[in-house]
């Protein structure tokens, strides 16, 4: 047997005592003084497939502890030191082997039981509430500590601390007062302990106040909240969900003062708190010379050519849509060009803000002619009185959108339509008849039997009447027209024989030309004709004595004559695509003085075609050949061959209307045509003025002619605009367009193409 004491001298006594304990069940257990061991002193422990209750009992004699084991706890022990050590020590290290097999020592009131593991919380009488109370007591001993959080969320450390407790050994939370409590040993505890107190620290930095030199505070917290949390929303956490989960309440917030133009920050960390800010100062940067320079991200577009209010909708509307596919794709967040900021109900972090796309601008649905109203809409602002834009946006948005502008502010082609109404007109009559009339019986009794036709105009009875009673209100119709009358003996007079014989050609040809020049896809309309009145209704009221009271008639005014009106709109191939309408139209003078209003004949077209530049295009046209004919005769005697005509009166019309209208539609890319095209107008109806002018004649010396327009002057060559023309060209500075040198601007003399002054009153008539 091997001697476990460092005591050379007494080991006669520790043999004997050895022999005892082994006589008694239990493994070797030496110690330092002679005979049993006493409590107090430093033993060595060797115990080898021990009882579990029987070094349970070693442990309460050399400790003075009263120790009871539960009658579940079964099982031998293994326990062993090289030397001797104190019986807390012996106490402690039996502790840690009973831990080791799933039991644990409880204390309640200076008792110790061994207990099984799972029991153990139930059972122990330790509670704590101070991170340092459980630095007093035994490792092995199982004890329950309750950590009251000041700053971080009891739920936030669940899941940290969950892993580091024994399965048989709890944790739970108490959300109404944000606190941890747990059940483990008192060495866990410790540790624990300290975890709590590194993780419950303020995990917000202080309230800081971020101002801004350059950049708006509104456009870059969606930037910078992005950037710092990765997109994600800053909800608070919703019920049901995992333990443990983000609280939105200790996450990084950033908020805009628009006021101020700064950045309100609250980070969860002085790390993240220096990063915003950082990123704050990299991005609150100066422009580039050369760029906007004092004016911010505000830039002005002065147009040359395309309308500010369309162009600025336009705009809206195609950044709208980038927009939109921007955020289908991406995480929500700002809106580009064009939109206008949503208000919240209450206020929010700006990270949680979403701002809407493009708002609908009231200048979309406003009429063309309402240039005194500023169209209204986000980034994108129209300027009517200028015709200009202001755009606010970063320089890389400006550049494309400056590049869009400069494409759709192109000068924009004329179309010069000419059209031709061309009609026709062919009339033929002819007329033939032969008229009897004779005399019967004598006296004043005498009668008269003969032949009469009304298609011959007058016939032969109203003409004999005519005679006998000296009046002409029936006069022979025209053509030849020859008869022989005799007079009887009582006065009677009678036209014995007449016949008519008439033919008549009639020819008509009528000339329009209506002439507009309109922009590319602009609708023109030329009217030239009269407003005549047309009936719509009557009032008239009577009284007692059947007067008309008060009567009148109301009315209605339409455009009567030549109405021409198109759109051409000029394709890239070079064709002219038109939508046109072409009305003729005149008052019937059969018509005039009816009391239901006058008729009108009407000729109109309405189509779309499709032209080559400078080509003719026939639209439309009517041919129309009317033949009518009338024969009055006497029966039998009118049939005869070649002698029937003396008994008949015959009359045949023909009538052919040939109407065609054409158009020829003519591109004016540049202003030297359309000048050409006017000048050469303007020379030919000079021309028609001279050519008309009345001869001279002494005696009315005082009106001497007509008026003449006066020739045009050669057309003035203007020097290029002084200064700096790459600014306006860029419109970068909020500065208006340059103005002409005054050597180039118009003298105090008349205007191009006005006449000279002159006191003659009739002067005023001429044309400009």
Known sequence: MKH????????????????????????????????????GEPITLNFSGAEIE??????????????????????????????????????????????????????????????????????????????????????NQIVTQVFKLNYESANNLLPVLRPLIAPNNTINVNPGNNSLVITDYAENMRRLARIVAALDV???????????????????????????????????????????????????????????????????????????????????????????????????????????????????????????????????????????????QQPQPISQQQQSGFGASSAATAPLNNNNQPSTGGQIQADPTTNSLIITAAEPQYRQLRAVIDRLDGRRAQVMVESLIVEVNANKAAEFGVQWQSALGSGKNAGVIGTNSSLAG???????????????????????????????????????????????????NVLSTPQLLTLDNEEAKIVIGQNVPFPTGQYASTNGNTSTINPFTTVERKDVGLTLRVKPQINENGTIKMQLFQEISNVDPASRGDVNGPT?????????????????????????????????????????????????????SRKKTNLMVF???????DGQSASAFAVDRYDQIRSMQQTTQPESNAALANVDGSAIVPPLPAAPTLPPAQGDSDRRIEGTRLIPPPMAPASSRLGSGPLKGALPPTSDPMSTRELP
């Open 663 to 669: 158009l020829r539609p003519v591109v004016m890319r």
């Open 458 to 508: 007058a016939n032969i009875i109203q003409l004999a009447l005519g005679l006998a009673t000296g009046t002409a209100t029936t006069l022979p119709s025209t053509g030849i027209n020859f008869g022989i009358g005799h007079r009887y003996g009582n006065g009677q007079y009678v036209l014995g024989f007449l016949a008519r014989f008439f033919e008549g050609n009639g020819e008509g």
């Open 202 to 344: 303020p995990n917000a930095s202080d309230i800081e106040v971020i101002p801004l030199r350059h950049s708006v505070a509104t456009d870059m917290v969606p930037l910078v909240m992005r950037l710092v949390e990765g997109g994600t929303g800053t909800g608070p956490v919703q019920a049901g969900a995992a333990p443990g989960a983000a609280d939105a309440t200790f996450r990084t917030t950033l908020m805009a003062d628009p006021r101020s133009n700064s950045l309100i920050l609250r980070a969860a960390n002085p790390a993240r708190a220096q990063l915003v800010r950082t990123l704050v100062a990299k991005l609150d940067r100066a422009p580039e010379s050369g760029g906007n320079g004092d004016a911010g991200n505000i830039y002005v577009v002065y147009l040359k050519n395309a309308d500010a209010v369309k162009l600025a909708v336009t705009l809206r509307a195609a950044m709208a849509s980038d927009v939109r596919g921007g955020n289908a794709s991406g995480n929500g967040g700002q809106s580009g060009v064009g939109g206008q900021q949503q208000q919240p």
């Open 54 to 139: 029987s070094v349970a009992r070693t442990m309460a004699v050399i400790t003075g502890r009263d120790v009871v084991v539960d009658p579940r706890v079964k099982g031998t022990i293994n326990l062993q030191t090289d030397r001797a050590i104190a019986p807390s020590a012996a106490f402690n290290q039996f502790a840690a082997a009973l831990r080791l097999q799933g039991f644990a020592i409880v204390e309640a009131d200076g008792l110790y039981k061994v207990v099984p593991e799972a029991d153990a919380k139930l059972q122990s009488s330790t509670v704590t509430t101070s991170i340092g109370a459980a630095s007093g007591l035994s490792g």
């Open 4 to 39: 476990l004491s460092f005591h050379g001298m007494r080991l006669g006594l520790v043999a004997f005592a050895a022999q005892v304990l082994l006589a008694a069940g239990l493994p070797l257990v030496a110690h330092a003084q002679d005979g049993a061991p006493r409590r």
């Open 600 to 652: 009108t004949n009407k000729r109109s077209i309405e189509s779309s075609v499709l032209v080559e530049d400078g080509s003719i295009v026939m639209l439309g046209g009517l041919l129309q050949d009317d033949y009518t004919g009338s024969t009055e005769k006497v029966p039998f005697l009118g049939d005869v061959p070649v002698l029937g005509n003396l008994f008949k009166s015959e009359i045949r």
